[in-house]
Nanobody
Framework: QVQLQESGPGLVKPSQTLSLTCTVS??????????WSWIRQPPGKGLEWMGT???????YYSSSLRRRMSISRDTSKNQFTLQLSSVTPEDTAVYYC?????????????RGQGTQVTVSS
């Protein structure tokens, strides 16, 4: 059973960089069975796919966020990380990490419980 757990600060100041880590258990992040993604849900809005890193380390990003975000991984810890720079209050959301066969999905097979991130001074 694949399980994912997000971790990171719950409060980020505007213009700073948001950094979240997802720890995966139950399978390796280098497997070709899954792609590993970040998804978010701003208050009162729907789910938004942000980006994906595949088992081979190839990254895909949402066109609206690609200039500000990156996804990296630490295979020794079975973790992957989101960095989102120059955040604004519009980046306030619940952030989820997820695992699925598909790259850009908002309905993944496996998803973490989510972590609230608030951008505020």
């Amino acid at each position: 059973q694949v399980q994912l757990q997000e971790s990171g600060p719950g409060l980020v100041k505007p213009s700073q960089t948001l950094s979240l880590t997802c720890t995966v258990s139950g399978d390796s992040i280098t497997t070709n069975h899954y792609c590993w993604s970040w998804i978010r849900q701003p208050p009162g809005k729907g789910l938004e796919w942000m980006g994906t890193i595949t088992g081979s380390g190839i990254t895909y990003y949402s066109s609206s966020l690609r200039r500000r975000m990156s996804i990296s991984r630490d295979t020794s810890k079975n973790q992957f990380t989101l960095q989102l720079s120059s955040v604004t209050p519009e980046d306030t959301a619940v952030y989820y990490c997820a695992g699925d066969l598909s790259v850009a999905t908002t309905t993944p097979k496996h998803r973490g419980q989510g972590t609230q991130v608030t951008v505020s001074s």
